[in-house]
């Protein structure tokens, strides 16, 4: 089978689920990966002749994209902030929204610098997943101190390889954020001493149960519900939690960031004037909806 022969099997079996141009996007992407074509040998060389072995290797790609799996699964990775990451059914898939979320951050950072000098900062995100946005802030800040924490153990073990391929220094803790009183008990695990932190920054659970029909199917069935929902009757219960953890673990300017529900925006943010944050500010993502805020 050529290359050219195989795009049209693809579009073939994949037209009633799927529109073209994401379909295309799948055929560049499995090219790349499996075959190592970028698009210009495909367009030099559309007649390529694709080996047996690899036949087989895209043909179980093709049934895994036909039950609605993430083409981010099927390869196993993924890109971030331009970084690579590896991903799994452990881990959410990084969204372009966050990218926004991380680009925030190191924009304020250089205002932090400033009043801090040549003190290095002190960085802690929540809820890590992948890894991804610590890894993009501390393949960005070289002298910065960076944790992260996340519930789950498999989760962590991706989000370690990550920072292994971006080779940066990140210390990673298992916890169930929603189970200890201060930060400073989950930082018992290194015997260390209460450190207080410049940036802390969460991208937590926040998908209530009754916006299940909004999500695609391919996420819905894939992807770590327990990294996406929150229940109907408590949407807010882990930006609560984070925010009387940080209270308490900020540096005097410290900064708190977190990507929120585009639904939940002013209670997000009356929740964090109640709690005596000042300077709030809340941000849309590139689509036009509620997704960012930054408290101090």
């Known amino acids: 089978m050529t290359v050219k022969e195989y795009r049209v099997n693809l579009i073939e079996q994949l037209s009633s689920i799927y529109p073209k141009t994401e379909i295309d996007s799948?055929?560049?992407?499995?090219?790349?990966?499996?075959?190592s074509l970028k698009r210009i040998d495909i367009t030099l060389h559309p007649d390529y002749e694709i080996k047996n072995t690899h036949i087989s290797t895209l043909n179980t790609a093709l049934k895994r994209l036909k039950n609605q799996e993430p083409i981010q699964y099927?390869?196993?990775?993924?890109?971030?902030?331009?970084?690579?990451?590896?991903?799994?059914?452990?881990?959410?898939?990084?969204?372009?929204?966050?990218?926004e979320l991380v680009e925030w951050i190191l924009e304020e950072t250089k205002k932090l610098q400033s009043i801090k000098g040549s003190i290095p900062l002190h960085i802690l995100d929540i809820g890590t997943g992948t890894g991804c946005i610590p890894i993009a802030l501390a393949k960005n800040l070289p002298t910065a101190t960076v944790f992260a924490i996340d519930i789950s153990a498999d989760a962590l073990k991706i989000a370690k390889?990550?920072?292994?391929?971006?080779?940066?220094?990140?210390?990673?803790?298992?916890?169930?954020?929603?189970k200890v009183n201060s930060l400073d008990e989950v930082l018992k695990q290194l015997q260390q001493n209460e450190i207080n932190?410049?940036?802390?920054?969460?991208?937590?659970?926040?998908?209530?149960?009754?916006?299940?029909?909004?999500i695609q199917p391919n996420v819905l069935q894939n992807e770590p519900h327990l990294a996406l929902f929150v229940p109907d009757e408590n949407p807010l219960l882990f930006y609560d939690k984070i925010a009387d953890l940080a209270k308490e673990n900020l540096t005097e300017n410290g900064l708190l960031?977190?990507?929120?529900?585009?639904?939940?925006?002013?209670?997000?943010?009356?929740?964090?004037?109640?709690?005596?944050?000042?300077?709030?500010?809340?941000?849309?993502?590139?689509?036009?909806?509620d997704r960012m805020i930054k408290v101090q």
Request: proline share 5%; aromatic share 16%.
């Open 197 to 214: 932190f410049d940036i802390i920054v969460s991208n937590p659970p926040y998908v209530r149960e009754l916006e299940k029909a909004e």
């Open 74 to 99: 099927i390869i196993g990775n993924t890109e971030f902030y331009g970084y690579p990451f590896l991903v799994d059914e452990n881990t959410l898939i990084p969204r372009p929204e966050t990218e």
């Open 26 to 35: 799948f055929f560049f992407i499995l090219m790349e990966e499996y075959l």
């Open 257 to 289: 960031f977190f990507e929120i529900n585009q639904y939940l925006g002013n209670e997000t943010l009356t929740m964090l004037k109640e709690k005596g944050f000042k300077n709030i500010e809340l941000r849309k993502d590139l689509f036009k909806n």
């Open 161 to 178: 390889k990550n920072a292994d391929i971006n080779t940066v220094k990140i210390t990673f803790l298992q916890t169930d954020i929603l």
